[in-house]
């Protein structure tokens, strides 16, 4: 039954993506390369999708409610000013649909908790390459 809410996951994060990237030509840049790859939809997964000419992408996580798996994606871009100007949506089984108000705002926040939590790793990770190296190593 999972395996049945992943493959549909994806497809309709697919064609979310699709149709919310036309006005950049996404769907003329598939047309030429077929093999571009959508993520994988797995339990508790998350990740980003860069999309060519949109200056951005998607950030996404999924979780488990229920029986059912949901998929929460942020559309960003590098030329937006604010996270204000992002756009949040819930993939379901069912299709896609923009998150507004009180919800949007609860995904945002998690949005926002992820990225710290990425940014905290990546500085560990900074942090712990350069301490296995003597300072005089580094040029």
Request: proline share 3%.
């Amino acid at each position: 039954m999972l395996k049945r809410y992943q493959e549909k996951l994806e497809q309709n994060f697919r064609e979310l993506i699709i149709d919310k990237c036309k006005f950049c030509g996404f769907d003329k840049y598939l047309e030429e390369n077929p093999d571009f790859e959508f993520p994988k939809i797995t339990e508790n997964c998350s990740g980003h999708i860069t999309i060519p000419g949109m200056f951005g992408g998607f950030d996404y996580f999924v979780k488990t409610q229920g029986d059912e798996l949901v998929l929460y994606a942020e559309q960003s871009s590098r030329i937006d000013y604010s996270s204000d100007d992002y756009l949040y949506y819930e993939v379901t089984e069912d299709g896609s649909r923009i998150l507004e108000g009180k919800e949007r705002e609860v995904v945002r926040k998690k949005f926002w908790e992820l990225a710290k939590k990425a940014r905290e790793e990546h500085k560990r990770k900074v942090e712990k390459m350069r301490g296995e190296h003597e300072p005089g190593e580094r040029e």
